[in-house]
């Protein structure tokens, strides 16, 4: 079968795409393990870092908000759709209707895209803790409301109701993954208003400097990029009877103070990686930020089988090894 | 100022209507009492009822699937909207497309007008406990969260998280009400799933036969007309700051089994009104009904200043009083 990942040539997208070619099967919803023939990566421009040559891996351009863009995608040997492409969310704050374009009315286009092909095919949907927001208790329960603050949260809890609706419904096999702020990215800063929590530990690593806009306090709920790997794999695979009639799931992580993850940035390449973060509040960032939840009891998750990492020191570790080839600047 | 009332020729719409022009003026969310000039009526069709000789209100029809229809009926006099346009329940669960473009595209052409007027009107949308479902527990606090099983349930609780952002970015004074079921309607059943519980009512003290597709035993949670029609003009009065983050609230309402509604018919009509009442069970009905929660503690409705009935025998007598002109066969 064929598996498209949208917003495929980013990070997750892509180490997605390669884990999946590697593994070269993959389970669908009744426990059918399925050959992986072919993987095909959406998304809005082609990478900045070239594909890996194998010839099971494709790549298309095009606007995930065109309806007939994304049919087009849509082969009958699609299995299996991952969902990623989004405007991240400073970006959907800061553009208000390509935030519903790309995240509300991009998932209604692969839903109904998945659908068309009559074979319920699975559909993962990266949704984020975005969705919560407002006020909030201390530690966010699985049955908690949400009512989320920001425009990209909003369109990531609508996607996840579709995602519900057309799984009971029998049009897709949904699942929608509420995934931590995800570190170590590679790369540049995006316009996810979390971007500088990875920034903080990539450009020490790298030599640069990193502008952090919180303070040595903020507390971030995270997950690293192994794990969040780990969790769209086990999404697609785990049976449809696990997921019962709520086929969206927050994902478990660890919470992290600005502070902790620095120390553990020394802990790991010394004092000089750490001296190079400038500390800089930039109240924009810090608005977006003070929306989001940083305590879960993440109960389902952890019940479905997903894990969060243990060290942060030990994800730092993994990015070194994993996007920088096993090399920093000390 | 014109007041716009979606899906206004049916019963709540109609009664709104009558109310606000009887009342002549509503205030806005910053506390500004404006005169009410207009009501305009817009629906799929035109009422089997004729409207009412008044000036000041009209009627328009048309789909409100389709923005340019939409976006016509807003001149710039428009400075309330009274969002009620439903596929109801069972309806879109019967017809997928047409309740997703109903009851999600309209909401966001209602919303996309609104804010093209570009002065912020309030919008009151008509949301349902149908929001809520799957596992849920005995009591429903206003916190917990909305996994709907049906397709209008994801419908409404996805217009509550658009009429939640228009908000926030400052686009519509938005308010929406989770609504009980509110009974007791009048005229012919519709595609409700809960149709019923105005039929078991109405046809009897028409004396006509009412089919109950429910045993004596099921809850429902229920909401007069009366205190329907409050709460929209309310909900519209209340000022932004009362409301916060947060533009939703569950209304306060009232627990009763069908043999408690049963009886207070009897009490009301006597028992030759109950004896009317045929029982026979319809699984698909059953089905819908069964996801839909009975007992909720709405703290945040109360503390809003909105309120439930008391006694079940005077909201049949209100119903007698205000639709049946004060007649009823014994």
New interface residues.
Partial sequence: MRVLITGGTGFIGRRLALTLLERGRLADGSGNARPVDAVTLFDVTAPAVPLPADPRLSLRTGDIGDPATVKALFGNDVGCVYHLAAVVSAGAEQD?DLGIRVNLEGTRNVLEASRALGTAPTVVLASSVAVY???MPKVIG????????T?YG?QK??SE??V??YS??GFVDGRALRLPTVVVRPGKPNKAASTWASSIIREPLNGEEAVCPVPPEQEMWLLSARKAVDAFVRAAELPAEAW???R?VALPGITRTVRQMVKALGNVAGKAATARIRWQPDPFVQRIIDGWPTRFAPKRGLALGFTADDRFEDVIQAFIEDELGGRFVA
Avoid: E, M, Q, V
């Avoid at 699985?142 to 603050?149: A, M, S, V």
């Fill in positions: 208000f927001g407002g006020d699985d049955d908690f409301h949400t009512t989320p603050t425009s909003i809890a609508a109701l579709l519900n609706d009971r419904k019962g009639k709520n969206t």
